[in-house]
């Protein structure tokens, strides 16, 4: 896999910053190239996690002062985007890893999303703090979360029969493996146009199509574009009533996405993007609204 290295375009101009985000990119590539040692085991990947946590919340905790001491005005956004890294994100990737028994797969997603994350993370938030990019203005839609999760969770257990767990509250699109993906536009109330994209990986995909008798012992290889609409269908019905739904829209062979048209879906913006994990497959849920004139 290909991963992201330090160049003197993260530079944000604070020294201790930038030397501590050099530092981290050095690290993710240290990990990287653990899992690949013949010699390497699970005591000493887990001892590489250890010091990339306690590196990273101590590089949070001197770039929250920074932020403090130039009265930053994005102080308390930014600073919850720390705490998610590291009370969710970083929680649900350390499970991953456990309940995949530290798999080549599980280590690659591992450090594929970190890396990830550490690129945007510095490229958006960590360069507003000095202007050189601008700070992110959106709904916060922190709030809305626990009432999101619950509702996916609902419908991945009646889907699926599997229970998910917030892997990433701020997915940045990363590849998920090999996945089907579909998208969804609702009118609702007061002319607000509400888009869906969702995103499911096949091994747990499988189990939607198989719980429809006509389908039953469908392998991913075999499921048709028809019997992908009837699972995503039956999902996107479950989710959205989360939402005030004016009329329920028709779902064709359109609406199903490949993996390059999902990444370019994707980049048009979707200020709510959620990674869901469960224990045979990840599970992808954007959103995004915007007012239609009449």
């Not at 993370?121 to 839609?141: L, P, R, S």
């Not at 889907?159 to 701020?170: C, H, I």
Request: charged share 30%.
């Amino acid at each position: 896999m290909d991963i992201i290295e330090w160049d003197d375009k993260f530079k944000i101009g604070v020294e201790v910053v930038d030397k501590a985000h050099a530092k981290l990119f050095r690290i993710t590539k240290k990990l990287l190239e653990l899992s690949t040692e013949a010699g390497a085991n699970q005591i000493s990947f887990r001892e590489g996690i250890k010091y990339l946590e306690s590196y990273s919340m101590s590089h949070f905790s001197e770039e929250e002062a920074y932020m403090r001491s130039i009265r930053y005005g994005g102080y308390a956004q930014h600073k919850r985007i720390h705490d998610n890294f590291r009370d969710s994100m970083l929680v649900s990737l350390k499970k991953d890893l456990e309940l995949s028994h530290y798999s080549p797969a599980a280590i690659q997603r591992f450090v594929a999303t970190i890396n990830s994350w550490l690129k945007t993370h510095i490229m958006q938030e960590d360069q507003a703090i000095v202007g050189k990019a601008a700070v992110k203005k959106g709904y916060d839609f922190s709030s809305q979360i626990p009432i999101i999760t619950k509702t996916i969770n609902r419908a991945a257990q009646e889907l699926f029969q599997a229970e998910v767990k917030l892997s990433n509250p701020d997915y940045k699109g990363q590849n998920i493996g090999n996945a089907l993906y579909c998208r969804q536009d609702y009118e609702t109330e007061g002319g607000v146009r509400l888009t869906l994209l969702l995103g499911v990986e096949d091994s747990l995909f499988i189990r939607g199509v198989n719980r429809f008798p006509e389908m039953q012992t469908v392998q991913k290889d075999a499921i048709t574009p028809d019997a992908a609409l009837q699972v995503f269908e039956q999902l996107y019905q479950r989710i959205s009533k989360l939402f005030r739904i004016e009329t329920e829209p028709e779902f064709t062979r359109e609406n199903l996405l490949d993996k390059n048209q999902f990444r370019k879906e994707f980049m048009k913006g979707y200020p709510c993007s959620l990674l869901y994990n469960a224990k045979i497959g990840y599970l992808t849920f954007c959103y995004r609204s915007r007012r239609v004139k009449k």
